[in-house]
């Protein structure tokens, strides 16, 4: 492998300059990730088809230079064989709500989804970057299937916490045997890193953050590095302590203040690329100047939009990497 920088940065190890990647970079703000969608035939079979996950997987490392490749997938492709009749249109839909653990196959199902294992394995052969695997966390995987999809607000997760929480606790517990499993999958493939994406649990009070969620989440983390990989943790909202190796933080957050407590991601909102390339790369100086050094990967606060100029997207990479790093 080429370029090490994003896994030096996790190590704290010593950098020539800020590694960057962006969240959902393999997507619809990419031309030539809708003519594939297309030519595949929809989201689903993309993901199905290792030749295309490949493809899509590389696209934004050719159109903007960055420096890790994440697998292309979605946080719900490994409920695919035990949620019979999930699709997406774009966003995930069920046939009907799953609130309840009951059921459902055994998380060894999981083992189902080879095309995901084959495409890690594809990437790897690839790839002059690091592969980052990924997968949702259990309480956001949760959120989509207790609302049966997509929603404006969610809260039917919530409300479950509270009107079933054993029911709560045992789907819980489902999902953090999936998930755990997946991931293992992925880093015996060869994924390099792993990213768990915590987008809803950001909603979850801290008490019940801490009672439903995060002993699983740091057993999850636990047994990963265990593996020799490390973990990035991503949430949108507050920071909060599962035991991973960096934390990728919204942009809500005062970046130093987060460097402080260890190796941090992040963290511009995804919005300023909607000024002009002028503004981004303003915007990127001022916000990595007072964390530039080891242990910071620029990235966005949240996923990419799909209406993103590609012209901003750009400099936002560019800007990134030239950013001046003081040598140790
Ligand atoms: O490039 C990458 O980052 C890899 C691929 C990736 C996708 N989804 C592909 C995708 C990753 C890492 C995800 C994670 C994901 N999926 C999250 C966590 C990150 C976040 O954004 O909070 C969540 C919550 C989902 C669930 C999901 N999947 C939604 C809400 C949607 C629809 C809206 C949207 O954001 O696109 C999807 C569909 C989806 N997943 C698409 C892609 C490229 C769009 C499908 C299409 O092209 O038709």
New binding site residues.
């Given amino acids: 492998m080429g370029n090490d920088l994003f896994l030096r940065a996790l190590r704290e190890e010593p950098v020539t300059r800020l590694p960057v990647w962006v969240?959902?970079?393999?997507?619809?703000y990419l031309p030539e990730y809708r003519a594939t969608?297309e030519k595949a035939g929809g989201?689903l079979n993309l993901c199905r088809t290792p030749d295309l996950a490949v493809e899509v997987t590389i696209q934004p490392l050719r159109r903007l230079g960055v420096d890790a490749a994440?697998?292309?997938?979605?946080?719900?492709v490994p409920l695919l064989p035990a949620v019979p009749g999930l699709t997406?249109a774009?966003?995930?839909k069920l046939p009907r709500a799953v609130t309840s653990a009951d059921g459902l196959a055994p998380p060894e199902a999981v083992d189902e989804v080879e095309f995901v294992y084959e495409t890690v394995r594809m990437l790897r052969r690839e790839l002059d970057v690091p592969l980052i695997g990924?997968a949702?966390t259990p309480a956001?995987v949760a959120t989509?299937l207790a609302e049966g999809g997509?929603a404006k607000h969610f809260t039917a997760f919530r409300k479950l916490l509270h009107v079933a929480p054993g029911q709560a606790h045992t789907l819980l517990a489902w999902l953090e045997g999936l998930t755990l499993r997946y991931l293992r999958r992925q880093v015996e493939a060869g994924a390099q890193a792993v990213q768990i994406?915590d987008?809803w649990g950001g909603e979850l009070s801290s008490h019940d953050f801490e009672t439903f969620c995060a002993p699983g989440l740091r057993r999850i983390v636990a047994a990963l590095r265990e593996m020799g990989v490390p973990v990035i943790f991503f949430a949108r909202g507050p920071l909060r302590d599962v035991g991973a190796t960096a934390y990728g933080v919204d942009w809500t957050h005062d970046l130093a203040a987060a460097r402080r407590r260890g190796p941090v991601q992040g963290n511009l909102d995804p919005a300023v690329l909607f000024g002009t390339p002028e503004q981004v790369v303003a915007a990127v100086r001022e916000m990595a100047a007072p964390v530039a050094g080891t242990g910071y990967v620029v990235n966005l606060g949240?996923?990419i939009w799909?209406e993103t100029p590609l012209e901003c997207a750009q400099a936002f990479v560019e800007t990134a990497q030239s950013v001046p790093v003081p040598t140790e």
């Fill in positions: 969240m959902r970079q393999a997507g619809r969608k989201f994440i697998l292309f997938s979605d946080i719900m997406f774009p966003g995930p990924f949702g956001t989509y997509s994406f987008s949240h996923g799909p």
